[in-house]
């Protein structure tokens, strides 16, 4: 195991999770996270010469559309829904 976690540093890690861990679950945690740095080290060596970055798995690409203006007066159809209406404007419940 190349990569040793201290107990500081599980300290730290349970301050910034606001976690209360015991003397076992310490030990278990630096176990723990000692095995996922060697498993981020082992990928590390890894030839990836050639391989372009993704960022997902599957192919995604953005689509856009040309954003097309439209001048529409739709109050009445909006506040023909409304349960109350005053002035071409909803009317709702005050609140504080």
Same mark, same amino acid.
């Given at each position: @195991?190349a990569n040793v976690i201290t107990?500081?540093?599980i300290e730290y890690v349970g301050?910034?999770?606001?976690?209360?861990?015991s003397k076992e679950e310490q030990?278990?945690?630096?176990?723990? @996270?000692? /095995?996922? &740095? $060697?498993?981020? $080290?082992? &990928?590390?060596? &890894?030839?990836?010469?050639?391989?372009?970055? @993704?960022?997902?798995? !599957?192919?995604?690409?953005?689509?856009? /559309?040309?954003?097309?203006?439209?001048?529409?007066?739709? /109050?009445?159809? !909006?506040?023909?829904?409304?349960?109350?209406?005053?002035?071409?404007? !909803?009317?709702?419940?005050?609140? !504080?």
């Open positions: @195991m107990d500081e540093t301050i910034l999770a606001k976690l209360e861990l030990e278990q945690a630096k176990k723990d @996270m000692g /095995r996922m &740095l $060697d498993y981020i $080290d082992k &990928l590390g060596e &890894l030839d990836t010469e050639g391989i372009e970055p @993704m960022s997902h798995v !599957f192919p995604v690409q953005n689509v856009f /559309r040309e954003d097309s203006i439209v001048n529409s007066d739709t /109050r009445e159809e !909006f506040l023909a829904n409304a349960p109350e209406q005053k002035d071409g404007m !909803f009317v709702v419940p005050k609140t !504080f």
